[in-house]
């Protein structure tokens, strides 16, 4: 580990002191302080992508990749011999290493989905049943009239049949119309302040909560469609298809791999949460909310879109949700290696 965090602290443009277990292997390069092994250059080639590896086949090429783990020693080598060990900016960068390597250690999976008994996948697939099985689904937005009457309800179908027309007419220079004759003319405050979206729903759910007219008119519709006039005891609706979700039928067969998986991670988002609670509680943290109330906060740079700006490795270490939400120890990514064949260290300007 010790080769392959000075590798990853040189690419980041920082080193750290080389100190570490001893090497394994036959030296294939070695000097006042540099030794590099036939195991350690196996190793660091290991860590590039097959295609990369692909390149280093022949003795040249492998001594372009040798030069590399070379400059990388001699700069670590000299970087020490200049105190940067000690630099507080190296050591800080260390010490993110360190934490993604704890956390990486003590929850590597040392168990399997596969590991998940049976019937504790059988029993979430039954209790979450709606994200497998439902029948379809499709959106509407609609205008609705409110006619509680014939009187009332004859009124309202011709003005219904009259704005529907109108907001044919006025599309095809106005994408927004039917949008705008929902906000003039419906009458349904709760689906009104929703741009008339009737979300999301089965034949079913449509029909208990407005009618089987209205069901069937919203499954006869395809796409940017809208119906005709429909008529229920108490409304008059225009409606216009917006979206579907097609029905969904898998089977437990189908998905116990995925659930088995999730309940592996969800195992270990409890473990990492209790030993954190434990490590917290041992350390007897206090919090000076005056002195944290105190720190300025730089303003971001004009122009910079919200969300950007902190570089990698900053804030959450890896591999460690925010809000201590467990390890997401199958995405801790080792410490980059610098690339096989990096630029030249710019030389000094010529005085």
């Known amino acids: 580990m010790r080769r392959f965090l000075v590798l990853g602290l040189c690419a980041l443009g920082v080193a750290c002191q080389p100190s570490g277990p001893r090497k394994t292997g036959t030296p294939v390069a070695s000097g006042n302080g540099v030794v590099i092994t036939t195991d350690e250059f196996k190793a660091r080639l290991d860590e590039q992508s097959p295609f990369i590896r692909a390149r280093y086949t ?69 209790e979450h049943k709606a994200e497998y099985v439902r029948a379809r689904r499709v959106r509407v937005h609609a205008i ?17 049949k009259k704005t529907l027309a109108s907001v044919k007419a006025e599309e095809k220079k106005n994408p927004m119309a039917f949008a705008q004759a929902v906000a003039t003319a ?15 729903r089965s034949h079913e759910e449509l029909e208990k909560a407005y009618s089987k007219a209205v069901a069937d008119a919203a499954f006869s519709l395809k ?31 189908q998905v116990k791999t995925q659930i088995a998986a999730k309940l592996s991670r969800d195992k270990k988002t409890k473990e990492f949460d209790e030993w954190m609670k434990g490590l917290r509680e041992t350390a007897k943290i206090t919090v000076d909310d005056k002195a944290l109330e105190g720190i300025e906060v730089a303003a971001a740079p004009a122009g910079m879109p919200m969300g950007m700006g902190m ?41």
Not at 87 to 114: C, E, G, N, S, W
Not at 144 to 160: D, F, G, R, S, Y
Not at 186 to 200: I, N, R, V
């Open 223 to 253: 796409p940017g469609e809208y119906s005709n006039p429909v008529e229920t005891p108490t409304n008059v609706l225009v409606l216009k298809f917006t979206g579907e979700q097609p029905e969904l039928n898998r089977t437990l067969d």
């Open 186 to 200: 419906s009458e349904d405050p709760g689906t009104k302040q929703l741009a008339g979206d009737l979300q999301f």
């Open 144 to 160: 609705v009239l409110n006619a509680a009457t014939p009187a009332e309800k004859a009124k309202k179908l011709a003005l219904a």
């Open 311 to 351: 570089p990698q490795g900053m804030g959450m270490p890896q591999g460690m949700p925010p809000g201590g939400h467990g390890p997401a120890v199958q995405v801790v990514p080792q410490a980059p290696m610098a690339p096989a064949q990096p630029a030249p260290v710019a030389a000094p300007p010529k005085k």
């Open 58 to 126: 022949t003795l040249e090429r492998k001594k372009e990749f040798l030069e590399n783990l070379i400059r990388q020693e001699v700069l670590a080598a000299e970087a020490e011999k200049q105190g940067l060990d000690k630099d507080p900016d190296v050591r800080a960068t260390l010490r993110k290493i360190m934490v993604q390597k704890l956390v990486q250690k003590r929850f590597q999976p040392d168990a399997t989905a596969a590991d998940i008994p049976e019937a504790d996948v059988q029993r979430y697939y039954e």
